[in-house]
């Protein structure tokens, strides 16, 4: 069982930045793909991407491609969301998300979920 906690969100302006982090009770957390998610009210949950286990490759959804940035520190079994030049349309619950096979995560569907962490961006 891997435990997941996010933590980093919070209200901003529009334009501004926010680093999420996901901290993984996982010893082996370097055998995890791992994978952010969001959900606005009233949305389903969406992808916003992942990377893989040594953290060398990421994928993104579209609409945060060039704006977030996936990073990795598996000493920390720790996972980082870094959001730039955020838009109200960001606005959403943020999960990260683990699973030994990417693609379940690249297909919405990994095993372990955290509880998420509110991010707000104003106008």
């Known amino acids: 069982q891997v435990h997941l906690e996010e933590s980093g969100g919070g209200l901003v302006q529009a334009g501004g930045s926010l680093r999420l982090s996901c901290a993984a009770s996982?010893?082996?957390?370097?055998?995890?793909?791992m994978g952010w998610f969001r959900q606005a009210p009233g949305k389903e949950r969406e992808y916003v991407g992942c990377?893989?286990?040594?953290?060398?490759?990421?994928w993104y959804d579209d609409s945060v491609k060039g704006r977030f940035t996936i990073s990795r520190d598996n000493a920390k079994s720790t996972v980082y969301l870094q959001m730039n030049s955020l838009k109200p349309e960001d606005t959403a619950v943020y999960y990260c998300?683990?699973?030994?096979?990417?693609?379940?995560?690249?297909?919405?569907?990994?095993?372990?979920w955290g509880k998420g962490t509110l991010v707000t961006v104003s106008s």
């Open positions: 998300a683990a699973d030994r096979l990417l693609w379940r995560v690249a297909g919405k569907i990994p095993g372990y």
């Open positions: 996982e010893r082996s957390f370097d055998n995890y793909v």
């Open positions: 990377i893989n286990y040594r953290g060398d490759m990421t």
